[in-house]
């Protein structure tokens, strides 16, 4: 089991930045953060694999976000510049231990959850 809790979010003007932190009780192979706006289905965002730091964005947060990961901590961050009203929603963190190769974009490839943190970006 792994348990995943998530930080670092809030209530920022359009342009603002947010960091937002993932610690989890174990490593894991990668870790993911999702978000959900209300209404909506949970979206991917980034991904690192935690050994060697490989990552990948989604389109929409590409240039934008950036994530991160102290090892040491066992924890990612993702750092959230230049934000838009359309980024508001809740944050996830996710983590696996096996390889998601494309799927790493479906919540179904990761197997531990945290309870989300909730980011609001007002124009």
């Known amino acids: 089991q792994v348990q995943l809790v998530e930080s670092g979010g809030g209530s920022v003007q359009a342009g603002g930045s947010l960091r937002l932190s993932c610690a989890a009780s174990?490593?894991?192979?990668?870790k993911a953060w999702f978000r959900q706006a209300p209404g909506k289905e949970r979206e991917a965002v980034a991904l690192i694999y935690t050994s060697i730091g490989n990552t990948r964005y989604s389109d929409s947060v590409k240039g934008r976000f950036t994530i991160s990961q102290d090892n040491a901590k066992n924890t990612v961050y993702l750092q959230l510049n230049s934000l838009k009203p359309e980024d508001t929603g809740m944050y996830f963190c996710?983590?696996?231990?096996?390889?998601?190769?494309?799927?790493?974009?479906?919540?179904?490839?990761?197997?531990?959850w945290g309870q989300g943190t909730q980011v609001t970006v007002s124009s």
């Open positions: 174990r490593s894991t192979f990668n």
């Open positions: 996710a983590a696996d231990d096996l390889y998601a190769g494309t799927r790493w974009t479906s919540s179904t490839s990761y197997k531990y």
